[in-house]
């Protein structure tokens, strides 16, 4: 089994800084494409930034310029630094990642349990 386990969302003033961490554990041989998405009530999970096993990324154009993504492969954990904060913002945070397990050696699409981030005007 692979869990993928989300920490670092809570409440921010606008204009304010947080950093959301994703570790993810179990049977896995190797990690893809590792992910951050959002969703607020009413709305579809929208993708927030990627970023390959190559260090590759792209991020939504609403976050361009505000948010970073990284990873950490010997810790197999990505991380979402958010800064420059608006209310817009505000949403549940999934993060998302393409692991190959170690003991069937398929590739399948993982989700956190997600984590809220809620950023006051």
């Known amino acids: 089994q692979v869990q993928l386990v989300e920490s670092g969302g809570g409440l921010v003033q606008a204009g304010g800084s947080l950093r959301l961490s994703c570790a993810a554990s179990?049977?896995?041989?190797?990690?893809?494409?590792m992910g951050w998405y959002r969703q607020t009530p009413g709305k579809q999970r929208e993708l927030v930034a990627r970023?390959?096993?190559?260090?590759?990324?792209n991020n939504a154009d609403s976050v361009k310029g505000r948010f970073t993504i990284s990873r950490d492969n010997a810790k197999n954990t990505v991380y979402l630094q958010m800064n420059s904060l608006k209310p817009e913002d505000t949403a549940v945070y999934y993060c998302?990642?393409?692991?190959?397990?170690?003991?069937?050696?398929?590739?399948?699409?993982?989700w956190g349990q997600g984590t809220q981030v809620t950023v006051s005007s």
């Open positions: 998302n990642a393409w692991i190959r397990s170690s003991i069937h050696g398929q590739l399948f699409d993982y």
């Open positions: 179990g049977s896995i041989f190797e990690i893809n494409a």
């Open positions: 970023i390959m096993s190559n260090g590759n990324t």
